[in-house]
């Protein structure tokens, strides 16, 4: 039987939630919060990071850990939105064939909403972890 | 006659009287055993039609006898009930075998997260003790290095003060909260949260080089991580 799950993408945090009797449950995540950040980090051995662990470790590796990566969906890399987080962001944002607002990371470039979707990942397992068990 | 027999065999297909078996064997048993099959054959042509005004006497079976009129016509109406009856019997009872399971489910959950809501209940209370922890620790190391200048009742009193803090830990301890290692270990975000990063000529990068404030586990989930600060690559210096 199907289950009704909602979720919010935020810029900063994320949160996933299912209907159950009619009252809305939030879901908690791996470590056990009720929201994710919505950070993504890439570590040096080559580990991906997601939410609340990306984010212990932005300071350490702060040019390959992105977030706020919501502001750059739907965004020109020449729009004033791109060329503001270029300017601040302390990971890379490159334009792209079609001038599209891109993200690199260690050598690889991203779709912002490839981005947000490495935590989508995150939620719909921490849901699908909640349901099934 | 023929009324009479119609009446019988029309009773004879729903209810089955004890005494019909000796008013059949004397002289309608034949007649009356002939009639079932096509009767039930008519009932079945009926429902598969499923016309609610079903002609109890068609043509084509206007030879055969004991075809009642109203009779047939409220067996066929009550055969048509019984068989939304028993539709509606086997939805409800899918239904019922439905939520019967998505009770269990609740059930189950319901169970399990008693069990972890214990250790969950610990944690807050832990959590909120930890900050205190923290101050009283802060309060020892200061004291500490001012130490020797301090008067002889003094020293008597911070030792005293050392000990509560020790039997603080072990009670904590003995409700499975387990400080996390910090200094010198290699920075893993899972269990330490990076405050600042400094260049160190004394570790490797990566590794934590000061603890700002410690970090505890309960079990084997993270009740806070440890605030640190980590030795900078050498070629971000």
Redesign the interface.
């Known amino acids: 039987?199907g289950k009704i799950i909602g979720i919010d993408l935020g810029t900063t945090n994320c949160c996933v939630a299912v209907l159950e009797g009619g009252t809305v449950q939030i879901v908690p995540n791996k470590?056990?919060g009720r929201t994710t950040p919505s950070v993504v980090?890439f570590t040096d051995k080559g580990e991906r990071?997601v939410g609340q662990?990306?984010k212990?470790?932005?300071?350490?590796n702060a040019s390959n850990t992105v977030y706020a990566v919501k502001r750059l969906i739907g965004r020109k890399f020449d729009s004033a939105e791109g060329q503001r987080m270029r300017e601040t962001a302390p990971f890379e944002i490159v334009d792209s064939q079609n001038g599209d607002a891109r993200v690199r990371v260690q050598g690889r470039v991203y779709s912002p909403p490839e981005l947000s979707g490495i935590v989508l990942q995150r939620l719909k397992a921490a849901a699908e972890d909640f349901l099934a068990? | 006659m023929a009324a009479d027999k119609t009446e019988k065999s029309s009773n004879r297909i729903p209810i089955h009287f004890v005494d019909d078996e000796d008013a059949g064997a004397s002289d309608e048993s034949p007649l009356a055993d002939d009639n079932d099959a096509p009767l039930e054959g008519a009932v079945d042509r009926a429902m598969s039609k499923s016309s609610p005004d079903f002609d109890p006497n068609p043509g084509l079976q206007a030879g055969e006898p004991a075809m009642g009129g109203p009779d047939f016509a409220e067996l066929v109406a009550c055969r048509a009930e019984l068989k939304r009856l028993e539709a509606a019997l086997a939805e409800a009872r899918e239904t019922a075998a439905?939520r019967q399971a998505d009770f269990e489910n609740y059930r189950?959950?319901i169970e399990?997260e008693r069990g972890e809501n214990h250790r969950q209940v610990v944690a807050d209370v832990a959590r909120k003790l930890l900050p205190v922890m923290d101050n009283l620790t802060r309060a020892l190391d200061a004291e500490r290095t001012l130490e020797s200048e301090e008067s002889k009742e003094f020293r008597h009193f911070l030792h005293g003060v050392e000990l509560i803090s020790k039997q603080l830990n072990e009670v904590l301890e003995s409700l499975g909260i387990q400080p996390i290692a910090a200094i010198g270990q290699p920075?893993d975000?899972?269990v330490?949260?990076?405050?600042?990063?400094e260049p160190s000529d004394e570790y490797e990068p990566?590794t934590v080089i000061e603890e700002i404030a410690r970090g505890y586990r309960i079990g084997d989930?993270?009740l806070r991580?440890s605030m640190v600060k980590?030795a900078?690559h050498k070629t971000q210096e």
Not at chain 1, 56 to 60: E, G, L, S
């Open positions: 039987m470590e056990g980090g990071l662990i990306a212990r470790q932005a300071v350490t068990a | 439905r189950k959950r399990r920075f975000p899972h330490h949260e990076a405050v600042v990063t990566d989930r993270l991580p980590v900078a």
